[in-house]
């Protein structure tokens, strides 16, 4: 979600923090992975908007200042496509970006989604097939 | 497995090229960066309570010193708003002065002052006065002046 390993890095750090600091409230009704996913999605959501605000830009510049990043990224090893598909996944709002990665990359059921994102299934599945019709145009067009 | 099949069934179905792409994850991590990562936690916890100033937003110690700056704060506004200066028209000036009596001016001042005047007229009049009696009486032609001249 963040695209830089030292973002990354931060939001993993603060995730896993905040995770111990909160296990004692954590209840067994939800997996532990749910959980711990859950805390990482906010904290990915809450470090982009922090960083938005810290650098007075608009959330399509980040975007675009990602995108660029990626390609000095000395931690990212696509080749040209899947650089591409990178940039394409950048294109889309950060909460369609997010249900993409989980369903694509994670290959996660639409109900886990539905319990970290708390959004309902029909919805997501409804995101999923925005999101992937806009990924295909973006590369089809570039 | 069945649900890995579903997804990419359910991908073919809507964007077939992206459907061929290979789907491989290219992030990478420094080397030995999970071995370290549990020791930079600890010592990132360690810090943040090293420094971590936190008060409750409805203790006491919080509530008294906020509300005296919300009122003082407010007095200022008040005050402010009350004593902004506003420019008056010409008429309401004269309105200010005769209709609501702003300024009692005393009819006395007001003679005296306006007696000044009007002495530096007669003054003026009767200088021209004595100038042309003097030349009539003398039996001098103005002429005989502009001549001079």
């Given at each position: 979600?963040?695209i830089?390993?030292e973002d990354?890095?931060?939001?993993?750090?603060i995730?896993?923090?905040?995770a111990?600091k909160g296990l004692?409230?954590?209840?067994e009704?939800?997996?532990?992975?749910?959980?711990?996913?859950?805390?990482?999605t906010?904290e990915?959501?809450?470090?982009?908007?922090n960083?938005?605000k810290r650098?007075?830009?608009p959330?399509v510049?980040?975007?675009?200042?990602l995108s660029q990043a990626?390609?000095s990224?000395e931690?990212?090893?696509?080749?040209?496509?899947?650089?591409k598909?990178q940039?394409a996944?950048l294109t889309l709002?950060?909460k369609?970006?997010?249900?993409?990665?989980?369903?694509?990359?994670?290959?996660m059921k639409?109900?886990?989604m539905?319990e970290?994102?708390s959004t309902s299934?029909g919805?997501?599945?409804a995101s999923?097939?925005?999101a992937?019709?806009?990924?295909?145009?973006f590369?089809k067009?570039? | 497995?069945e649900?890995?099949n579903n997804?990419e069934?359910?991908l073919?179905s809507i964007a077939?090229?992206l459907s061929?792409?290979?789907?491989e994850n290219n992030?990478?991590?420094p080397l030995?960066y999970f071995e370290?990562?549990p020791?930079?936690?600890?010592?990132?916890?360690?810090?943040?309570?090293?420094?971590?100033f936190?008060?409750?937003?409805?203790?006491?110690h919080?509530?008294?010193p906020?509300?005296?700056?919300?009122?003082?704060?407010l007095?200022i506004?008040y005050?402010n708003?009350?004593?902004?200066?506003?420019?008056?028209?010409?008429e309401?000036?004269?309105?200010?002065?005769?209709?609501?009596?702003y300024?009692?001016?005393d009819d006395?001042?007001?003679?005296?002052?306006?007696s000044?005047v009007?002495?530096e007229?007669?003054?003026?009049?009767s200088?021209?006065?004595e100038?042309i009696n003097?030349?009539i009486?003398?039996?001098?032609?103005i002429?005989?002046?502009i001549?001079?001249?």
């Amino acid at each position: 979600m963040v695209i830089v390993h030292e973002d990354a890095d931060d939001v993993v750090q603060i995730t896993l923090i905040k995770a111990w600091k909160g296990l004692p409230n954590f209840k067994e009704e939800a997996k532990l992975y749910t959980w711990l996913y859950r805390i990482a999605t906010n904290e990915s959501f809450t470090f982009l908007s922090n960083k938005r605000k810290r650098f007075f830009i608009p959330i399509v510049d980040v975007e675009r200042e990602l995108s660029q990043a990626i390609e000095s990224d000395e931690f990212y090893t696509g080749d040209e496509i899947q650089l591409k598909l990178q940039k394409a996944i950048l294109t889309l709002p950060q909460k369609q970006r997010m249900v993409f990665n989980m369903k694509y990359y994670e290959e996660m059921k639409y109900e886990e989604m539905a319990e970290i994102l708390s959004t309902s299934v029909g919805a997501l599945k409804a995101s999923y097939h925005l999101a992937v019709k806009k990924i295909e145009n973006f590369i089809k067009e570039v | 497995m069945e649900n890995k099949n579903n997804i990419e069934e359910e991908l073919e179905s809507i964007a077939p090229f992206l459907s061929k792409i290979k789907k491989e994850n290219n992030f990478s991590t420094p080397l030995n960066y999970f071995e370290i990562l549990p020791e930079v936690i600890v010592n990132r916890s360690l810090n943040s309570k090293l420094f971590n100033f936190s008060f409750n937003k409805f203790s006491k110690h919080f509530l008294i010193p906020a509300s005296s700056l919300a009122v003082i704060l407010l007095m200022i506004f008040y005050f402010n708003r009350n004593t902004t200066e506003a420019e008056l028209t010409n008429e309401q000036i004269t309105n200010l002065i005769i209709n609501d009596e702003y300024i009692k001016i005393d009819d006395y001042l007001v003679y005296d002052a306006y007696s000044e005047v009007l002495d530096e007229e007669k003054k003026t009049t009767s200088t021209t006065d004595e100038y042309i009696n003097y030349l009539i009486e003398n039996d001098i032609d103005i002429n005989s002046i502009i001549d001079e001249l």
